[in-house]
């Protein structure tokens, strides 16, 4: 079985940051593409970052120089290091997986985790 958990989201002050972890089962990570992604509540789920089977990377541009994506393949688990938060960071976080091992194309995701909520206010 293919299984996504998402967790480290909570309540964060703007300016501080967080760690999250997506950790992965029923498959070798090594041969996949893990993305992030948030959704606001009332708004269309968005891509922030992936990072691709070669450990190659993108960003959101809302994101690029405050988060960082990285994997661990021993722990079977991907991170999204998010800094400087700013309250329009407010949202769930989902990770996903491209089975192809590719750039995290939307039609390539085929199995989600069930989110972890991350809200930021002073």
């Known amino acids: 079985q293919l299984q996504l958990v998402e967790s480290g989201g909570g309540l964060v002050q703007p300016g501080e940051s967080l760690r999250l972890t997506c950790k992965v089962s029923?498959?070798?990570?090594?041969?996949?593409?893990i993305g992030w992604f948030h959704q606001a509540p009332g708004q269309e789920r968005e891509g922030v970052s992936c990072i691709d089977s070669s450990g190659s990377t993108k960003y959101a541009d809302s994101v690029k120089g405050r988060f960082s994506i990285s994997r661990d393949n021993a722990k079977n688990t991907v991170y999204l290091q998010m800094k400087s938060i700013k309250p329009e960071d407010t949202s769930v976080y989902y990770c996903?997986?491209?089975?192809?091992?590719?750039?995290?194309?939307?039609?390539?995701?085929?199995?989600w985790g069930q989110g972890t909520p991350v809200t930021v206010s002073s």
């Open positions: 996903a997986v491209d089975g192809t091992g590719g750039f995290c194309r939307r039609e390539d995701l085929g199995s």
């Open positions: 029923g498959f070798t990570l090594d041969y996949y593409s």
